[in-house]
C-alpha cells in the first residue's frame, strides 16, 4: 500500500522529511522538482505520476524499484543513480544524463528518450518498448536475444552494442545510426527501417536476417543496382 502524497503537502516540509516520516512508499501526484537538487537521497520504491522533474538532479540517487508514470523529466540528471528494477512508462526523457548509472533490470515503455545519454551504465536485464532513442548514447549495451519492440534508434551511437540473436518487432529503426563495431549475428532486422545505414563493415550484418527490399537499399547505399 502507498502513502499518497500531492503536491499542496510537500510545500510544508522537504521530500526528504516526508520519507523519513513514514514507513510506506509514497506515491507522489503532480508534484514539480523541476530545477531541484534531490542527489544522494533514498527514493527507493516511490511512485512518481505525473510529476515534473525538468533539469532535476538526481546524481547517486538510490531509486531502486521505483514507478515513474507520464513525467516530464527533459534534461535531468540520473548520473551514478541506482535504478535497478525501476520502471518508466508514457514519460518524456528528451536527453536525460544516466552515466555509470545501475540500471539492472529497469524497464522504458512508451518514452521518448531524444539524446539520452546511456555511457558507462550496468544494463543487465534492460529493457525498452515503443521507446524513442534518436540520437540516443547506447554505446557497448547488450541487446542479445532480446526483442525489439518498436524502437525508434535513429542517429543514435550504437557502437559495440550486442544485437545478436536480437528481433525488431513492430517496426522500430537503424536509420543513420552508428554501428561501428556492433554485431548483429543471426538478428532479424526485416521489421526495421535501415534508411542511411553505411555498410563501411558488411561484416557486422554476417548472419543478420533483412528483407529483399532493405537488401536492396542497402546494396544502392553502396553503388549498386539490383
Known sequence: DYVTVDAEQLEEVSLAELIASHSQPLWL???DFSGQKLSRLDLRGIRFERCLFAGTDLTAADLSDTDWRNCRAAQAVFRSATLEDARFSNSDLNNTLWQRSKLAHATFEGCKL????????ATLGLSFKDCVLRSACLSGISFYKTELHNLDFADADLSYCDFRHAVFVDGGSLSMARVNNARFDQADLREASLH??????AK???GATI???QA???LAGLGLEV
Open 29 to 31: 501526484t503532480g508534484v
Open 114 to 121: 531524444t539524446g539520452a545519454n546511456f555511457a558507462d551504465t
Open 196 to 201: 542511411g545505414l553505411r555498410l563501411t563493415d
Open 204 to 206: 557486422l550484418f554476417k
Open 211 to 213: 528483407s529483399k527490399s
Open 216 to 218: 536492396t537499399m542497402l
